[in-house]
């Protein structure tokens, strides 16, 4: 079956190779659309393009018991630095996770940073219980901005057609794409994440493409 679809896709080059370059250009343009809508459409169903699903994301990890509150200012150096009032975290290597209570969410800090550590009043001294995090984005598909057309961009010339990311989101995507690591903090510790493939044509596809294209030219001989 794979060596059928070989020989109509050779024929489908040649024909392209045919028409007239504004022509090409416009049937190429057409071939970007479509693509990065099914990549995006793909990455939406948190599936591989052979179907599999993505590998899920790492377990939470256990909560933890919040310390007592603290004080400090941060970060350091700043001719302003703000006062943090932190009624429950925990250290996690280079930062300080916790309950920031004039965010009022929870957020990190470099301990590094911290200017300068205030005293706390004996009737703020209480511990909060357990650090939680939300676990809403947890319950949430992942990618869901590189699917966005904002970061998922498609375009074409005569000659090719591409689908992709650029800057930053090129350097998450590819990540991804091949399993690599990353630092989640600038000075935290690399971390290894799974392979999932974000892009990547099946030969359902690869099928489509080639019908759009012979539906076409069809189209344009008859005129």
Known sequence: MSDGLDEIEQLARSCLRSVAAPERRQI???FARDIRQSQSDRIAAQREPDGRAFAPRKPREAEQVGGYTVKFLYPKGAAEPRLVI????????PLLTGFDSEAGAIRS???DKIAQWLPVEGNER???????????IKSKAMFRRLRTARYLKSGATTDETWVGWSGGAATIASIHQEGGSDRPAKKGKPVRYARRVLLGLNAAEHGVLVDRLLEHLAAASAH
Not at 86 to 93: E, F, N
Not at 126 to 136: A, I, N
Request: glycine share 16%; proline share 0%; hydrophobic share 35%.
């Open 28 to 30: 190429l343009r057409g």
């Open 126 to 136: 209480v511990r909060s219980g357990k650090l939680r995090r939300r676990g809403t």
């Open 86 to 93: 932190m009624k429950s975290w925990v250290r996690q290597g």
């Open 109 to 111: 800090f470099f301990w």
